[in-house]
């Protein structure tokens, strides 16, 4: 891992206008994407399926992992034309373009559902239509981004909207640096709270807390989504299946309820102490930048959608602050704010390139991941050794009952 001894600077500031969307709006604009895209593929002269089983890249057997690169992206809405997707694709797009060729990395983090606003700020029954299959086939997200991967050699998990059959979860799909799928997660603990109505949305994960090796760089990453990095088992699970870095796909910002509270010092340091804790380094992607959610207003209470105004339902301001830490759980990177363009790098070459990325609404930090020294630390301090599992059934009660263990 890098140093942890880090510096800032600034830039003039630059005031990122909101982002505003109406959810019948922001379908109409969801559903011309997929026309699109779905029409590019069609017109593409490589036919072929990225296969999702074992390449000539990929060796059959895990090839041990030496030290790489890892960023974390931080996206904004601002600038974006109100209620479209597509400005979110192409930057989604630019910020992987820009972090494998630019930033050296091998291994990069997009926020938490990077394709849109943040939907789940009110209930809206239209907005479920945003998901999609987990086919890769019908997924332009997937499949656009298994391209990107294989194209610039890169291990992207992928944050998406899922929905399988009747059921729809808030997944992340981890794409190997062949283009080939290694496996999806499925968030598991679900928030419901004012501007975080997720549970309306998504229905608690059913594939446990796992992790996913690449064949290509042989390293093996955790992922878990957003309120997950709440909760220490969650990460205690990840390292304990062998994972070298844990990451954090986000969406996290103000509490509509009392736009006072500033969550993100605390949210930064319950994921560092999982660093610490498992002796395992991790990275958090948030997104950043005020997203106003509108609803429309009949004001000559008719069905006359000419005669509707859009008036302001809820909004989120998301404090972005993504970061990376070292395996004591140190921050050694971290976007300070996209806002005034205080963000940390080691020299004026990393300086430049952060500040060229800003003006295009999009922050990657990176740092250098050493596994074999980290394991190499974890063992030393013993804390899997010590360890006591059978001391620990009341973990697995709700309230701490000694009842049954």
């Not at 419901?192 to 992790?211: A, L, M, N, S």
């Not at 954090?248 to 509270?261: M, N, V, W």
């Not at 006359?304 to 830490?325: H, L, V, W």
């Not at 609404?361 to 991941?369: D, K, L, R, V």
Request: net charge negative.
């Amino acid at each position: 891992m890098s140093s942890s001894s880090i510096s800032s600077s600034s830039s003039t500031p630059l005031l990122l206008p909101p982002y505003e969307y109406c959810p019948e709006d922001l379908m109409e604009s969801f559903h011309a994407l997929q026309k699109q895209q779905q029409q590019q593929k069609e017109q593409a002269k490589e036919e072929e399926e990225i296969e999702t089983k074992q390449t000539s890249l990929s060796p059959s057997t895990p090839l041990p992992a030496q030290s790489f690169t890892v960023a974390a992206v931080q996206l904004t809405a601002s600038g974006l034309p109100s209620s479209s997707l597509d400005g979110f694709w192409q930057r989604a797009q630019q910020a992987v373009e820009l972090a494998a060729t630019q930033h050296d990395a091998s291994l990069i983090l997009l926020p938490e559902l990077f394709l849109g606003p943040y939907f789940c700020q009110s209930q809206e029954a239209c907005l479920q239509g945003l998901a999609l299959t987990s086919d890769n086939n019908n997924n332009f997200v997937l499949s656009s981004m298994q391209r990107l991967a294989k194209t610039h050699r890169v291990v992207l998990p992928i944050s998406f909207f899922e929905r399988q059959n009747n059921v729809l979860y808030n997944s992340v799909t981890v794409i190997d640096a062949d283009g080939s799928i290694l496996g999806t997660y499925r968030k598991s603990h679900i928030p419901d709270g004012t501007g975080y109505q997720e549970k309306f949305y998504f229905t608690p994960g059913d594939t446990g807390f796992r992790v996913f090796t690449s064949r290509v760089f042989g390293f093996t990453i955790g992922v878990a989504i957003c309120w997950d990095q709440w909760f220490p088992e969650a990460a205690r699970a990840m390292a304990l299946q062998g994972a070298d870095i844990l990451m954090y796909p986000t969406a996290i910002g103000t509490e509509p309820q009392d736009p006072t509270i500033d969550s993100s010092g605390h949210w930064q340091r319950v994921m560092q102490g999982h660093a610490a804790a498992n002796v395992v380094p991790v990275v958090a992607s948030n997104r950043y930048g005020t997203e106003i959610l509108l609803s429309h207003s009949n004001n000559n209470n008719n069905n006359d959608i000419n005669n509707k105004t859009k008036i302001e339902k809820q909004r989120i301001t998301f404090y972005g602050r993504s970061f990376i830490t070292d395996a004591t759980g140190a921050i050694v990177k971290e976007v300070i704010s996209m806002n005034n363009g205080d963000m940390q790098q080691q020299d004026q070459q990393q300086q430049q390139q952060q500040k060229e990325d800003h003006q295009r609404c999009i922050s990657i930090i990176t740092s250098t991941i050493d596994p074999e020294a980290n394991r190499a630390q974890r063992l030393a301090w013993g804390l899997f050794r010590d360890r006591r599992p059978e001391l620990y059934g009341i973990l697995q009660t709700k309230d701490g009952s000694q009842k049954g263990i």
